[in-house]
Each structure stands twice: as structure tokens, then as C-alpha cells.
């Protein structure tokens, strides 16, 4: 089973940056791709940013051109570089890898770190 564990997170002003990190343990596993998911106060969760094995990577709308995502899939570990950062951007972000155990593929999410973006 693959376990992941997140850093940062906090406290930060809007307009400024701020910078997550997770890395994943266990073993038994290949992974898939990482990434980051969050849930803002009130509303469901959200895909934020993945990177997969061979280096793509995805985001959704809100973020581009603010958020990076970067990693190495082979080495378990994820990075969230946030930038330009907005009120709406604050909730609970929790790391996310997809995983294949040579039986079949599943995913798993970290407990979450708290970014609050203050006006």
C-alpha cells in the first residue's frame, strides 16, 4: 500500500506564493501519476495539477499560468509550486498518487494541509 505524507501549507497573503510538497512510501507498487487535489471551504473536491510517469502534466483552468506542478513519479515525490495567489484559492489540498500493484490500479490521497489565502 502506498502511503503519502504533505508539507506546507499555512498562511500566506493574496498575491503571494507558497509551496507543497508530498512524498510517498511503501512499496509493491509502480507509480501511475501524482498530483494535487483540494477542497475549498463549502464545495466538493477538485483535481488540481498531476504530473504522470513520463513528465505531462495537467491543470485545471483556474490555475494556469499560477501553479506548477513538478516530480518524479519514479521516486514518489510531488511539488506544488503556487504563485499569484487568490482568496478562492484557499482550502485543503491533499496529495494524490495512481498506483499499480501488478493486480490492478487504485488511487490514494494524503490527509490534506491547509492553505488559507487572505485578502
Known amino acids: 500500500q502506498v502511503q503519502l505524507v504533505e508539507s506546507g501549507g499555512g498562511l500566506v497573503q493574496a498575491g503571494g506564493s507558497m509551496r507543497l510538497s508530498c512524498v510517498a512510501s511503501g512499496s509493491g507498487f509502480t507509480i501511475n501519476r501524482m498530483g494535487w487535489w483540494r477542497q475549498p471551504p463549502g464545495k466538493t473536491r477538485e483535481l488540481v495539477a498531476v504530473?504522470?510517469?513520463?513528465?505531462?502534466?495537467e491543470y485545471t483552468e483556474s490555475v494556469k499560468g499560477r501553479f506548477t506542478v513538478s516530480g518524479d513519479n519514479a521516486k514518489g515525490t510531488v511539488y506544488l509550486q503556487m504563485s499569484s495567489l487568490k482568496p478562492e484559492d484557499t482550502g485543503i489540498y491533499s496529495c494524490?498518487?495512481?498506483?499499480?500493484?501488478?493486480?490492478?490500479?487504485?488511487?490514494?490521497w494524503g490527509l490534506g494541509t491547509q492553505v488559507t489565502v487572505s485578502s
Open positions: 494524490y498518487a495512481n498506483v499499480f500493484d501488478q493486480i490492478t490500479y487504485y488511487s490514494r
Open positions: 504530473i504522470t510517469r513520463d513528465g505531462s502534466t
